[in-house]
């Protein structure tokens, strides 16, 4: 029954998947084809970047990531948080183990989820897609308001993570 409720999702997307191949073969092959396709990119992906967080995690010493994005870092914090995630490439899910890693390492949760939203807009290779394609105004209004929405968010995230564990006091 444990198996059946850790695979359970994958479970039911299989079943769906096959009745779609049985009602419509066309779309059901189309729907196979991407989500293989897409099952392939992730598998091909992680496993160089979990190589990576392991290195980072013995290279990075845990007090010199406590003076940079510990609760005490202030706005320094949010300026190498910004820089990580413009140097960083790929798709959002390969954002998280970095992630994990911060935390597990004593970043402040409002730098991690910082990260994460920054990591989704300012990624330099996106910028410069943008800039191009939409201008530097549009770009600029985008990114700005963006990150003005990930710093309110972070310290929210913050304000409840601090509220949960004077509650649990």
């Known amino acids: 029954m444990k198996r059946i409720k850790t695979y359970g999702f994958f479970l039911t997307m ?4 096959l ?6 073969p066309v779309r059901g092959q189309h729907a196979a084809r991407l989500s293989f396709n897409s099952l392939l990119d992730m598998l091909l992906l992680l496993p160089p970047i979990l190589v ?6 013995q290279w990075i010493q845990k007090d010199t990531l406590l003076k940079y ?3 005490d870092a ?3 914090g949010y300026v190498y948080v910004l820089l990580l995630a413009a140097v960083a490439a790929g798709p959002l899910y390969v ?7 911060l935390l597990e390492k004593g970043a402040s949760v409002r730098y991690v989820v910082f990260f994460l939203g920054a990591f989704t807009t300012v990624k330099l290779p996106v910028l410069l897609y943008e800039i191009s394609s939409f201008g530097l105004v549009y770009t600029a209004l ?10 309110m968010t972070a310290q929210l995230f913050e304000r409840y993570q601090t509220a949960l564990q004077m509650k649990s006091f």
Request: no cysteine.
């Open 95 to 101: 954002a998280f183990p970095v992630a994990v890693l």
């Open 69 to 71: 994005m510990g609760p």
């Open 74 to 76: 202030g706005a320094q």
């Open 19 to 24: 009745g779609l191949l049985l009602v419509d």
């Open 14 to 17: 299989s079943v769906l998947l």
């Open 142 to 151: 985008h990114i700005g308001f963006g990150l003005l929405f990930f710093f």
């Open 52 to 57: 990576l967080v392991g290195l980072l995690d």
